[in-house]
């Protein structure tokens, strides 16, 4: 169809919208009359979905175009490059995971899907080998099923370059890349899901800014390498096994400037990093109000943590399975509950900071028994172990230069036994 007949018939189309009902119009008529390269900004209205764009063309709904996908498939699938989706209110999506049922389904790169409201879709947005594309500022929520069940806010398959920034995503399952690289997600909030950020088998990602905060898990790392993560803030963890980032055999991964406040542990660390001569690093870092500041799977190798401040942690670090966390590299954090002084006021304690496993490492092994941390009966066990230990203590860390802030040794948590 040439351009002169596509006018003709978007003109006519227009006219039929604008003299009509709401929801008569059919869009889909609209974006293939809408020549390329052009702006198609529809009359303001509910318009039926299942909408297919396979051409450059911007679909502009100013904040008043609805589109409804009926409650079957994806409401909108964008299978070429080149497109923007802008303004517009996306809902109704169908409710199968086999069809990733989408409010809006891309297909092609470097298109731009911004500020839209994506609501009652099981996935928000669906990325399968896409690449160089920007998903910015798009409200986005699942259906109202169980946790379990509802689909990703944002998910990218096997897609490169994205940039997926100042999105506001609440009550879906996951956000998830899984085998993409590259990619850019920064100033994102996610509220109300399982895990904020999953990462599976996707390297060389950046991670900034963002803010998540009720969520099971905060962000999780699997086989994925050379991750930077940097001033985020993760807090409010749900549940007795919430976790704040979560590592499974990845490597390089550099953790700066972030704040994890309040889960139940705050770092989890399992064989990472995974690849010889690699190292995942720590610095700056603000750990406070968790349960566990950071929990080892194993007594395994390869992390620095400098410059980190650990504040009121119930127990700031622990390893399962036996052994300390000796063979990590601690330098120059800060402590709370640190026993020595800054005599010479350097900014640095006159002793090293020690902390030793006692009769505490029973709950560490046994997670159900953390129910009667604080009981008088556990506490007793403990104090008379800290006096008269049954056995040898076990040395988790030893930071031989601690770093000292006026008035930090006020308060404290249970295992910061300075020695």
């Not at 010479?344 to 902390?355: C, K, L, M, S, Y």
Request: charged residues 25%; glycine residues 12%; hydrophobic residues 35%.
């Amino acid at each position: 169809m040439n351009r002169l007949a596509r006018s003709a018939i978007l003109a006519t189309v227009l006219s039929l919208a604008a003299t009509s009902a709401w929801a008569v119009a059919d869009l889909q008529a609209l974006v293939d009359a809408t020549p390329d390269g052009g702006v198609l900004s529809p009359p303001p209205g509910l318009y039926l979905g299942k909408i297919k764009i396979n051409r450059p063309i911007t679909l502009d709904g100013r904040g008043e175009v609805r589109i409804d996908g009926e409650g079957r498939g994806s409401v909108i699938s964008i299978r070429g490059s080149g497109v923007t989706l802008r303004g517009l209110h996306i809902q109704g999506s169908g409710e199968n995971h086999d069809t990733l049922d989408s409010g809006i389904s891309v297909r092609g790169n470097r298109n731009r899907i911004e500020d839209n409201t994506i609501e009652d879709s099981l996935f928000g947005i669906d990325l399968g080998q896409s690449n160089d594309n920007v998903i910015a500022r798009n409200k986005i929520r699942s259906k109202p099923l169980d946790l379990g069940v509802k689909g990703d806010g944002i998910r990218l398959w096997y897609s490169r370059g994205n940039q997926i920034v100042d999105n506001e995503i609440r009550d879906v399952r996951d956000v998830v890349v899984w085998y993409s690289g590259g990619n850019t997600i920064a100033r994102n909030t996610v509220v109300g899901g399982r895990y904020a950020l999953h990462f599976m088998y996707s390297e060389r990602n950046i991670v900034e800014d963002n803010h998540y905060s009720e969520n099971m898990v905060g962000i999780f790392l699997m086989y994925s390498d050379g991750v930077v993560i940097r001033r985020n803030t993760i807090a409010q963890g749900v549940g007795a096994t919430s976790m704040g980032i979560g590592f499974k055999e990845s490597s390089d991964v550099l953790l700066e400037d972030n704040v994890i406040l309040r889960c139940a542990t705050g770092i989890y660390l399992d064989i990472s990093p995974y690849e010889p001569d690699t190292t995942n690093r720590f610095f700056r870092n603000r750990i406070a109000f968790n349960s566990i500041g950071v929990m080892f799977h194993s007594d395994w190798h390869g992390n620095v943590f400098e410059g980190n401040d650990f504040d009121d942690n119930f127990t700031q670090v622990a390893v399962r399975g036996g052994g300390g966390a000796t063979r990590q590299v601690w330098r120059r954090n800060r402590w709370g509950g640190y026993r020595g002084f800054d005599r010479d006021q350097d900014g640095t304690g006159d002793r090293p900071h020690e902390i030793f496993s006692y009769a505490d490492r029973f709950w560490v092994e046994q997670p159900h028994a953390a129910f009667f941390r604080g009981s008088p009966l556990f506490e007793m066990i403990d104090m008379l172990d800290r006096l008269a230990p049954f056995t040898q203590p076990t040395l988790i860390l030893r930071d031989e230069e601690p770093r000292f802030v006026a008035e930090q040794s006020r308060g404290g948590t249970r295992d910061d036994a300075g020695s």
